[in-house]
């Protein structure tokens, strides 16, 4: 079983930025693909970007040149820094795992982290 807390959430002003740490409880990550997830009230959870064990990265449209996803395999930590945030990047930022190399359906979710940007 993996565990994954994050970290980070908080309150900022547009165009400011914010980073979130996922801390995994698991021996290794680095065969997990991972990434974040995020949702807003009254919308479905979206991908927002992801990494595979191969350090391989995706992002939405929505977050891509303002975001970047990164790992730590040696800390079992996943980061998201979050540059020029939007009020429309206000959600609830879930981190997520699977035991395959590339993150398509998660097998692992977080208990998420709020992240609130005012105009």
């Known amino acids: 079983q993996v565990r994954l807390v994050e970290s980070g959430g908080g309150l900022v002003q547009a165009g400011g930025s914010l980073r979130l740490s996922c801390a995994a409880s698991?021996?290794?990550?680095?065969?997990?693909?991972m990434g974040w997830f995020r949702q807003a009230p009254g919308k479905e959870r979206e991908l927002v970007a992801r990494v595979s064990s191969g350090g391989v990265t995706y992002y939405s449209d929505s977050v891509k040149g303002r975001f970047t996803i990164s790992r730590d395999n040696a800390k079992n930590t996943l980061y998201l820094q979050m540059n020029s945030l939007e009020p429309e990047d206000t959600a609830v930022y879930y981190c997520?795992?699977?035991?395959?190399?590339?993150?398509?359906?998660?097998?692992?979710w977080g208990q998420g982290t709020q992240v609130t940007v005012s105009s």
């Open positions: 698991v021996r290794t990550i680095s065969n997990l693909g």
């Open positions: 997520a795992a699977s035991r395959t190399p590339v993150l398509i359906r998660p097998d692992y």
